[in-house]
């Protein structure tokens, strides 16, 4: 053997490794370089003596035994059977599925995260600098807070200061900053109290925020003054209009009103009604509630059209609601959304299985009204195939309490879940076993069954030919053999009548199968 040999056990989730010429000769030579201290011929000579007896000894040394983690007795891998190809076999119901971990290396990005922000980065846009500027309101209601405040203070500031520079060379060309004019009592300065530029820049600020500390004044003798004191005025209500409206719209954005919405951290694929379904939960914590409340969801993965053309990111619309049917809810507590995976759902064909090889992304968005400013908020979340758990069901969180006399939501179990027997097929595979059954039901009906029986249950008349009527099934299927007997105290018929589509057709029975 040039290789080690390993053999796995299914009992205690480990495996027996029995080593090789090779593996042994590996090991002597770790032996060796442990005993030199780890130098190699650098460091501490092993003598010839210990190097024999570790060559005698190879053959005593232990196998090693690798252990492995342990696997779950319930996970999707301890209960699929593999042929040699390394296929699985099907024909398996198994109670509970669970997103394995050896598919995390294949998870995909994200498109929306799970707290609902997008993950998408715009890039090489052409004048985005000029076009960020051009809506300039909106940019810094977007902006972050540091930025936001840091305009917000350099709005103020650079006015104050180019109307100060302003107001300098006003009273510089008007020679007000002369020393000797200064303690004039019979010059006229166009600002009195003026006499440096210390004094013009609070004289700026005060005529901007109106705040008129009464020490400066303009006067009628610079007509230029007045109109520049007009000017400023009015730039100043504009400039604090304009950041006091940005502050505002950054405090009242309904993207914050998202905060208290909450989306469960988990979907879940189980039965209801016969039919599987997609769910996943919604919950405000908020006593004001959300009006005209409806949700959304797509299903965003790659697809290749007749033509051969590659969508990477093709959204498919999903139809969800409270009841499956309609997208509307009456939001005043948690509820479970539900989509009904029926033929014309994209996870139709899907079953538990194809969760571990497909790549796809569902996204969730609530929409609605604040009820206490009347604007639009809408949330959203995200929910990959990891996320979705197969065979489980949301445990209920509404109580009635009779000492409050009210409703009480517990929030600790909001992501709750409980396994529920679920098979693994796909909803298109069940729902061809239902039509297979109905029409067998149909061809061949029991009186105390749904299953084929003899017909000793049943009075035959030996004296009248019997009759077999046959639906026309829209399934074409390979015929069935079916063996006509009477019971035993009866005469054996020798003819049978089966009508099919109308048509009458004599058969022999004489312990041959009538292929129908």
Known sequence: ???????????????????????????????????????????????????????NNRSNLPVPRLQTRRRSSGSILSSLNFTKNGRVKTGHVFSRYRQSRFNARRIRKRVVFKHGDCNVIQGNVAKRRRRYLQDIFTTLVDAQW????LVFSMNFLLSWLAFAVVWYLICYLHDDLNPANIDNDEWTPCVTGIRSFMSIFLYSVETQHTIGYGGRLPTEECPLAVIVLCIQSITGVMIQAFMVGVVFAKLSRPKKRTQTLLFSRNAVICLRDGVLCLMFRVGDMRKSHIIEAHVRAQLIRQKVTKEGEHLPFYQTELKVGGDGEEDKIFFIW???????IDHTSPLYSMCATDLLRERFEIVVILEGVIESTGMTTQARSSYLPSEILWGHRFQPLVAFKA?????????AMFNNTSEVATPLSSAKQLAEIGVVEHHLNGVFPSPSSNTLSSMD???????????????????????????????ESASVRSDVHVIVNGTVRRLSTHGRPVAV
């Not at 000492?403 to 929030?411: F, N, P, Q, T, W």
């Not at 008349?461 to 074409?476: A, F, G, N, Q, V």
Request: proline share 7%; glycine share 10%.
């Open 457 to 487: 249950s049943m009075s035959i008349d030996c004296d009248k030919p019997l009759e077999i009527t046959i639906p026309d099934c829209s399934i074409t299927a390979s015929p069935i053999p079916v063996m006509v007997t009477g019971p």
């Open 146 to 149: 540091r930025w936001t405040l």
């Open 403 to 411: 000492d409050s006399g009210g409703y009480e939501v517990d929030y």
């Open 1 to 55: 053997m040039t290789c080690s040999t390993v053999r796995w056990k299914n009992f205690g989730g480990r495996c027996d490794a029995a080593m090789s010429n090779a593996g042994l000769k590996q090991s002597a030579e770790a032996e060796e370089k442990l005993l030199s201290n780890g130098n190699g011929n650098g460091g501490v000579t092993v003598l010839p003596a210990a190097a024999a007896a570790a060559a």
């Open 334 to 340: 948690p509820t479970t959304i539900v989509h009904k």
